[in-house]
């Protein structure tokens, strides 16, 4: 276990966890948000990210500072907390973002760790490879071998209690992103970015986001804090949490804001198109659309930035208490229904449900089925695993409601879409808990039949007798040959 990361809670493969950051002495609640500051353009003052956002931490880029010479010797002098006034912790970026835009940049891994210890910096950061997307599998491949090179430099880097990043690339490549996160998971160092998503993200590209953040965990170790680097928009941070996501950094509060975009958890809209705002946040609630609008850039910019913050801020603290209460899923379908981009990239998570249910908890409060992907969660695999495990009496019916037809039964079990059969005596454990519509759907019919046919085969000598209700045929062709089938007549229900 790293000790300087624990876990608390988790729901999915999401969790709330504690980042001991020594060097700051403080310690940060994950999943975090970390604002992004430039060090020469200060949207919002780090002090009020702070006292009125809640911010723990924050990132800045060490390459930037080191490359203006006032404010080099600024933060040799002062310390870089004091530079930018904040006493949380700060991560520093090391110019991997410079390298990838203008091919070249001046400092080593070496160099440029060593400069981020002299200022001060709580995470530093070694200069790697963000590979973008798309590129072709030798080019990846090399530049990770670049990339594992400068890991291995900053271990050797005398960083005393600053944690050190441990960037995990392979560009659109699952299994490269798998080998690079065993491998950062097998250095000595701290925190695991996923690095060079931003091109994936700002192209909508969630299943692909998914498919990437999954094939990194696979390699992480679950004690590894992940943070996504460059993740910045709060309509996808509930996706990313329940893919095992920790930290996120936003540059884009400010960013959206000098070009007048207005950010919410279902999408950004521009300020000149917005009549209402759907938000009470302090900026929200002292001015109307029409009344931001007649503020100077200035003003206006900074307002919209404080409104991106707290809507970012807010969906963070709404993560944490889907977490607590364990319902993040339900979080993750509702925000699924913002964008069929979203929607995408729920799916891909879902194509992940065995990974999800390594870590997804036994039990939570509750199961709401929402949506025929609600059919996919990791609770209906576990479901499967577990009654695939029951012996069954030697004559059992499999029942959605209805009464024994005539025949004597050793034993009759329950059957609810999408979970399929259990014995009565689960009825009331997870997740057989819970909430289904009245009016199932074709996915969850079929989930159940696979239950079906889970429990036919691991009960070879039992003899079976399923009365369902309506099931369409795509779902009766699961069930197997040797299950007699029955319907539930309406009038027989109990
Ligand atoms: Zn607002």
Request: proline letters at 6%.
């Amino acid at each position: 276990m790293r000790d300087h990361f624990e876990l608390r809670d988790g729901d999915a493969a999401g969790r709330i966890g504690e980042l001991t950051v020594p060097r700051a002495g403080v310690t940060v609640e994950t999943p975090a948000l970390m604002p992004v500051i430039n060090p020469n353009i200060r949207t919002v003052a780090p002090a009020r990210l702070r006292s009125e956002f809640g911010a723990e931490i924050l990132i800045t880029n060490s390459y930037i500072i080191n490359s203006n010479e006032d404010l080099r010797e600024r933060a040799l002098d002062v310390g870089l907390h004091e530079l930018l006034d904040f006493d949380g912790a700060i991560v520093t970026d090391s110019g991997s973002f410079q390298l990838a835009e203008y091919g070249d940049i001046d400092v080593t891994t070496r160099e440029i760790l060593q400069f981020q210890h002299d200022i001060g910096s709580d995470v530093g950061t070694p200069v790697d490879i963000p590979t973008p997307p798309d590129v072709p599998r030798e080019q990846a491949e090399r530049e990770l071998a670049t990339t594992e090179e400068a890991l291995a430099d900053a271990e050797d880097v005398d960083t005393g209690e600053m944690l050190v990043n441990a960037p995990v690339q392979g560009s659109t490549y699952p299994d490269l992103r798998e080998e690079a996160g065993r491998h950062a998971d097998g250095t000595e160092l701290d925190v695991f970015p996923v690095g060079a998503v931003v091109p994936l993200m700002n192209s909508y590209r969630y299943a692909d986001m998914i498919d990437v953040v999954a094939g990194a965990k696979r390699g992480l170790g679950r004690d590894a804090p992940v943070h996504l680097f460059g993740a910045g928009h709060p309509m996808m941070f509930a996706l990313a949490v329940a893919a095992g996501c920790d930290l996120f950094d936003s540059a884009a509060y400010a960013i959206y804001a000098r070009d007048d975009r207005y950010m919410t958890v279902r999408g950004t809209e521009h300020l000149e198109d917005i009549e209402y705002f759907p938000c009470s946040c302090a900026v929200c609630s002292a001015h109307g659309p029409d009344e931001l609008r007649e503020f100077d850039d200035e003003e206006r910019e900074r307002l919209l930035a404080e409104h991106n913050l707290h809507v970012s801020f807010a969906e963070i603290r709404r993560i944490k208490q889907a977490i607590r209460s364990g319902n993040l899923l339900e979080l993750v379908e509702s925000r699924a229904r913002s964008h069929p981009a979203m929607l995408d990239g729920y799916r891909a998570l879902l194509d992940h449900a065995d990974q999800l249910e390594r870590e997804d908890p036994v039990s939570k409060g509750s199961f709401f089925y929402l949506s025929n992907e609600s059919a996919r969660r990791p609770e209906v695999r576990r479901h499967h695993e577990r009654v695939g495990r029951i012996d069954a009496d030697s004559r059992v019916l499999l029942t959605q409601g209805g009464k024994p037809s005539g025949d004597a039964f050793d034993a009759v079990w329950r059957v609810v879409p999408p979970f399929g059969p259990f014995p009565r005596a689960l009825s009331e454990t997870y997740p057989l808990t819970a909430e289904v519509p009245e009016r199932t759907d074709r996915e969850a019919c079929e989930a159940a039949a696979e239950g079906v046919a889970r429990v036919a085969a691991a009960n070879p000598d039992s003899s079976f007798v399923l009365a369902h209700d309506g099931w369409p045929d795509s779902a009766l062709e699961r069930v197997p040959e040797g299950v007699e089938i029955e319907t539930v007549g309406s009038d027989e229900r109990e």
